[in-house]
């Protein structure tokens, strides 16, 4: 009787182990197929399993390194310094940032009197993302007054001693004679003396007239206009001679057209003020 119960018991105790193994095999089976064992891990507390899914963000490395939550400050910008994995992909209040080899980004950030509220996002190459979020407080510069100390100081009066002045002496005055301007003389006549560097000169070679302008005081004339006018036989041509100079001379150079064998009958007229003169000249062309 003693045998039976004992190997009953024993029986017993083959069951539970028997149905501990499969619960565990199933247990097991189950967790593979949601995932398997790379994205799952298992704790046990107070003597129970306890599985608690991986997340992928967890995998980003993100830290921010100058600033926190609620920071405060008085200026217009801050630069935002943090480092991720080398390769992510940064992006501040979505603008894209720039990130170094070592995983260290810096972003300068302008900030409004405030609440300004920054987002960084962190992105690997598998599309898998980490955000932090956090606000800056700027808050406002107090007027400063400043108020000047100005010192008086009581200085000495000075007593200014007038000159004695006797009586048989005079004061002299002097008396200032008002300077009258220096005004020209109106221009009343003109008159001019032209040279012509070759009278005879063949065809296709340059001749150059020069001319001397003076008024009825025989005196230099600037800024007098003047023309020459040649009747070649191929026609009539009109040449601007340049404006007088302070000493009165004005010039012109041409060139002797082709088929104009002969003589060549021309004029020259210098107007200023109103004022005209001429002087006639002939070439002959060889």
Not at 82 to 94: L, Y
Not at 115 to 122: D, E, G, L, M, Y
Not at 233 to 252: E, H
């Amino acid at each position: 009787m003693k045998k039976e119960n004992k190997n009953l018991k024993h029986g017993y105790i083959f069951l539970s182990g028997t149905v501990v193994l499969l619960f565990l095999a199933c247990l097991s089976t189950e967790i593979y197929f949601k995932g398997g064992f790379n994205f799952t891990r298992q704790k046990i507390i107070n003597g129970s399993l306890e599985i608690d899914q991986k997340s992928n963000v967890s995998d980003i490395n993100l830290i921010i390194q100058n600033l926190t939550d609620g920071f405060k400050t008085q200026d217009e910008n801050i630069t935002i310094v943090g480092v991720s994995d080398k390769g992510n992909e940064i992006s501040i209040n979505g603008q894209k940032v720039n990130i170094n080899e070592n995983g260290k980004f810096e972003f300068k950030f302008s900030l409004i009197i405030g609440t300004n509220q920054i987002i960084v996002i962190a992105k690997n190459n598998e599309g898998n993302e980490k955000q932090l979020a956090l606000n800056v407080i700027r808050e406002e510069r107090p007027q400063q007054v400043v108020a000047e100390k100005i010192e008086i100081v009581d200085k000495p009066k000075q007593e200014i001693q007038k000159p004695i002045q006797k009586q048989d002496e005079k004061q002299e005055e002097t008396k200032t004679e008002p300077i009258e301007p220096v005004i020209p003389s109106p221009i009343t006549g003109l008159k001019i003396n032209c040279s012509i560097t070759n009278t005879q000169p063949f065809i296709g070679q340059t001749v150059e007239i020069s001319c001397s302008v003076k008024d009825q005081n025989n005196s230099p004339v600037n800024g007098a206009f003047g023309y020459a006018t040649l009747n070649w036989q191929s026609g009539t041509t009109v040449y601007t001679l340049n404006q007088s100079d302070a000493s009165g001379t004005m010039r012109i150079n041409f060139t002797v057209p082709a088929n104009n064998n002969g003589a060549v009958q021309g004029s020259i007229k210098v107007s200023k003020d109103g004022l005209n003169v001429s002087s006639n000249f002939t070439l002959i062309v060889q």
